[in-house]
């Protein structure tokens, strides 16, 4: 992974490099795909998040065959869907096709599904795949801590990354922790909470925005990275991917984030990943 002049690279535990800030495509409309990541990467990103569920994988695809940058200078996540966890060499095969790559840089089993109790059956599929060196890394998201200990006990490669419903009201510290003590790097999805609390409200961080001459938004984001955190936050709108890409020119203090750190009250706002089978 050659590096972009501004997002931090962070290494991953089998040597792999990931842009620490990257472009989610969660919810983006196919048919604006193209346009959208083609907006995303002139604006400079180059790690882009999408997933065989969203429908947009073409579209991706279709923006990074167009944009005329190297493929070694772009990272790209996709994910392995809960129906094909038993078949999931074949469905990698049909995302690799719709992005029209040789390779993608990780791929993550999407849910673990407990009730399926398939998972570790996909992940030695993933295995397999890495091995293949068709996926630079592999990993899972929404994995808790159980799911987690069953996969490490019953498998030979630890996860790359666990990527997990992860913002101020919701810091999921007991998976963080896990992971980060196995060496598995956490990303975090719905990064500003999904607009469906108050955040950009709370004194903690409207007056580190205030402070540092910087939008809510860019606060929480910059939070994230000081953390440790890999994000990939979302927007349609050209203008907002800038503000959300224009974190790099300030550094809250450390009072600044154990404030917004305070914030936790396991307020996740999205499924619980028991419940997604």
Known sequence: ???????????????????????????????????IVTDALEVGYRHIDTAAIYGNEEGVGAAIASSGIPRDELFVTTKLWNDRQTDAEAAFDESLGKLGLD??????????????????????????????????????????????EKLLANTDVVPAVNQIELHPAHQQPEVTAFSREHGIA????????????????????????????????????RWHLQTGNIVFPKSNSRSRMAENFDVFDFELTSDEIAAISSLEREGRVSAHPDEVN
Do not use: C
């Open 1 to 35: 992974m050659v590096a972009n002049a501004n997002t931090p690279l962070l290494t991953l535990n089998n040597g792999t490099t990931i842009p620490q800030l990257g472009f989610g495509v969660f919810k983006v409309d196919p048919d604006e795909t193209t346009r």
């Open 103 to 148: 390779y993608v840089d990780l791929y993550l089993i999407h849910w673990p599904t407990p009730q399926k109790d398939t998972f570790v059956q996909a992940w030695t599929s993933l295995e397999k795949i890495y091995a293949s060196g068709r996926a630079k890394a592999i990993g899972v998201s929404n994995f808790l801590v159980p799911h987690l």
């Open 186 to 221: 956490i990303e975090a999805w719905g990064p500003l909470g999904q607009g469906k609390y108050p955040l950009f409200e709370t004194p903690e961080v409207s007056q580190a925005a205030e402070a540092h001459g910087k939008t809510p938004a860019q606060v929480v984001i």
